[in-house]
């Protein structure tokens, strides 16, 4: 959940891009822009997004992409702080199943919303990217705001990728069986009768020698 605090300050941040115009007369116009308000001259004014004014659609996008993520980076965050810290028997008198469910040590649920906070703010962050990736060639750049908006999505993605990893279940290669080893031996009916064979012709043996003598 730490990437909340590098998240809440590229949503409030005024620099995500920054521009620098030169003039026909040599000057130069410096200008930076946010998901909610534009600077310029040491001043700083609302983004026309937020006064429902004409902008560009996907610039509206990101700005609905990255408000979603962060109501869930909330959710989550509250989530967290109730699964560790809340004491259990105030988790086992609430009346909804699924809430204690939810709130339960072992819950991955925080980890999953976070995933998807993540993931919301990185399909923003892209658009973003993409449609202005023609002015960046030329006379703009990325400011802070934008590196702190993209650690914040970073850390759930790869923290959510990571566990899923982990639970993977191994699969270990069976062992091979040893070939059995075939002993070959008298079974107990040819045993007993060579035995009495045996016996017979030394009692044989006994009873010659006598009658020679």
């Known amino acids: 959940m730490l990437g909340i ?13 920054f521009l620098r ?24 004014h609302r983004n026309p997004s937020v006064g429902n004014e004409v902008v560009e659609d996907w610039f509206i996008i990101v700005v609905i992409l990255q408000t979603l993520a962060l109501l869930v980076y909330l959710v989550s965050l509250t989530m967290a702080i109730l699964q560790n810290f809340a004491k259990i028997r105030w988790i086992r008198t609430l009346r909804v199943l699924k809430l204690r469910e939810l709130l339960h040590r072992d819950s991955e649920t925080p980890e999953d919303l976070g995933f998807i906070a993540g993931f919301l703010s990185f399909v923003g962050i892209l658009l973003f990217t993409f449609m202005t990736a ?51 031996m008298l079974n107990p009916p040819e045993a007993a009768a060579g035995g009495s064979r045996r016996s017979d012709r030394q009692r044989g043996r006994h009873i010659d020698r006598p009658l020679m003598s």
């Open 21 to 44: 115009i030169y003039g026909k007369n040599g000057t130069v116009h410096e200008r930076s822009l946010g998901l909610w308000e534009w600077c310029e001259s040491n001043s700083c």
């Open 134 to 184: 023609d002015v960046v060639s030329h006379h703009a750049y990325y400011s802070w705001g934008f590196a702190m908006a993209f650690t914040g999505a970073s850390i759930p993605v790869i923290t959510g990728v990571l566990m899923c990893k982990a639970h993977v279940p191994v699969h270990m290669p069976a062992p091979q069986q040893a070939e059995p080893r075939v002993i070959h």
């Open 5 to 17: 605090f590098p998240f809440l300050l590229g949503f409030s941040a005024p620099d995500w891009l």
